[in-house]
């Protein structure tokens, strides 16, 4: 029978609206950069047009959090034999999701 492994994190804190397109627009870019920044030829916000960058950041509300506490959790196969633990991290692998394989392996105790 599968089961459902996951790890999960909840973020409480109070939130912000930030209405400034210059706050709005830095966020993109360093959004932007980090997600590109290991991709051989990075996409960057200044390589859209700019009238058509202004526009779309015209429409973005941003929001701010202080994260003031986090709650993480985590099921990772802990309540499974040996065997199985080691047949979902096998299976995980084969499925390209070394993450959570990862997580599985660190969670077992043997």
């Known amino acids: ?3 459902w492994n996951y790890a999960v994190v909840h973020a409480y804190g109070v939130l912000r609206i930030v209405d400034d397109a210059a706050w709005v627009r830095t966020q993109l870019e360093a959004l932007t950069q980090h997600n590109e920044a290991d991709l ?3 996409w960057a916000v200044s390589d859209a047009p700019e009238e058509f960058t202004e ?6 509300v941003g929001i701010e959090m202080v994260i003031t506490r986090l709650s993480g959790k ?3 196969s802990q309540n499974q034999p ?8 096998n299976g995980l692998n084969a499925n390209n999701q070394p993450t959570m394989a990862a997580l ?3 969670g077992i105790i043997e």
Do not use: E
């Open 74 to 76: 985590w099921k990772v």
């Open 40 to 42: 051989p030829n990075p």
């Open 82 to 89: 040996l065997k199985n633990q080691h047949s979902v991290i």
């Open 1 to 3: 029978m599968p089961t």
């Open 104 to 106: 599985v392996k660190a």
């Open 55 to 60: 526009k779309l950041t015209g429409m973005v």
